[in-house]
């Protein structure tokens, strides 16, 4: 089974660039989440969609990022414009539900796209 | 501000030796999750843990919930040079149902071969 795909798996770009990564999700999967994870830290969320609905954005700086999962399945992260700050590698994640009670499905994570903004 | 937190935030030792993580939330966890990411890897799910006082086992690895759903621990006995990397705990935090995994700041494990 193939895993969630991620591209480009490395870009650099100068600051008040715009970039777009895309995510493919495994097959099935109803729940998308977008990560940002900063060089010796957790990842940390930035959105999460249940199909095409983005169900958690409180997170997502909504000045520079947007984010759209077009028909429930891929999805694309967007900043424009990119900033120095925004240097680090973002994951995309799916899983089969979010929650039933207490118990919430794994996450399975892409490899990611590590973003250097110069 | 971070409410997972996890000590300590790095770990060597010596190849055989045992290797203990700690993660601590400031409020009630619904379930936490235990991930690994390898070096230049991204995070493997490794166990779930939903009962106050659970404790599960995967082979040298052992996982405890506390009694408060506040915090928990991973121990590896024996460790091997196949268990470096970066633990991660991730904590689902009640939010008004909209509950949000929350990943701790990590354990990174190197070993000594």
């Known amino acids: 089974e193939a895993g969630v795909v991620q591209s480009p798996r490395y870009k650099i770009i100068e600051k008040k660039q715009p970039v777009a990564f895309w995510c493919n999700p495994i097959?099935?999967?109803?729940?998308l989440y977008w990560y940002l994870q900063n060089l010796g830290q957790g990842p940390e969320l930035l959105i999460r969609y249940e199909n095409e609905e983005a169900v958690d954005d409180s997170q997502l700086p909504k000045d520079r990022f947007s984010a759209e999962r077009l028909k429930g399945v891929d999805s694309t992260l967007k900043i424009q414009p990119a900033e120095l700050g925004d240097s680090a590698v973002y994951l995309c994640?799916?899983?089969?539900?979010?929650?039933?009670?207490?118990?919430?499905?794994?996450?399975?994570f892409g490899p990611g796209t590590r973003l250097t903004v110069l | 501000g971070q409410q997972v937190m996890q000590i300590p935030q790095y770990q060597h030792v010596q190849e055989g030796e045992d290797f203990t993580t700690y993660c601590n939330s400031s409020?009630?966890?619904?379930?936490i999750q235990w991930y690994k990411q390898r070096p230049g890897g991204h995070p493997v799910f490794l166990i779930q843990l939903v009962k106050s006082g659970e404790v599960k086992k995967q082979k040298r690895l052992t996982f405890q919930f506390g009694e408060a759903k506040k915090n928990s621990s991973l121990h590896i006995t024996a460790t091997q040079t196949t268990d470096v990397g970066t633990y991660f705990c991730a904590g689902m935090v009640p939010n008004f149902g909209n509950e949000k995994l929350t990943f701790g700041t990590g354990t990174r494990l190197t070993i000594i071969p």
């Open positions: 994640a799916s899983s089969l539900t979010p929650f039933r009670g207490y118990s919430h499905d794994e996450q399975f």
């Open positions: 409020t009630t966890l619904s379930n």
């Open positions: 097959s099935g999967h109803n729940t």
